[in-house]
């Protein structure tokens, strides 16, 4: 089992940073990815960001590019989003994923994940 614990969300105006938060109680080797999901109120949910925890290899949504930053913290099992030059269609509940056996081609699809946390509230102001 995999709990996720997210923290970070905040209100801030157009153009500001934050930086989100995903605490893992326990990671394996192997194919282990956490991912980056958000969801605004009357949409579908969409993938932001993932990285492949063993390979340290990040993967974007094409609108995040170059604004975010996917990285994560062994020692501190914790995977951090750095969101800069945020724009109002950012504002989201913004929550991370886990899964221990994740193929690469799968990174970017939500019902692929097997772990979720409870989420936390982004809110960009113009």
């Known amino acids: 089992q995999v709990q996720l614990v997210e923290s970070g969300g905040a209100l801030v105006q157009a153009g500001g940073s934050l930086k989100l938060s995903c605490l893992v109680s326990r990671r394996t080797f192997g194919r282990f990815v956490v991912g980056w999901f958000r969801q605004a109120s009357g949409k579908e949910r969409e993938f932001v960001a993932a990285i492949k925890w063993s390979e340290n290899i990040p993967f974007y949504e094409d609108s995040v590019k170059g604004r975010f930053t996917i990285a994560r913290d062994n020692a501190k099992n914790t995977v951090f989003l750095q969101m800069n030059s945020l724009k109002p269609e950012d504002t989201a509940v913004y929550c991370c994923?886990?899964?221990?056996?994740?193929?690469?081609?799968?990174?970017?699809?939500?019902?692929?994940?097997?772990?979720w946390g409870q989420g936390t509230q982004v809110t960009v102001s113009s």
């Open positions: 994923a886990a899964d221990r056996t994740l193929i690469q081609s799968s990174i970017r699809r939500s019902d692929q994940y097997d772990y």
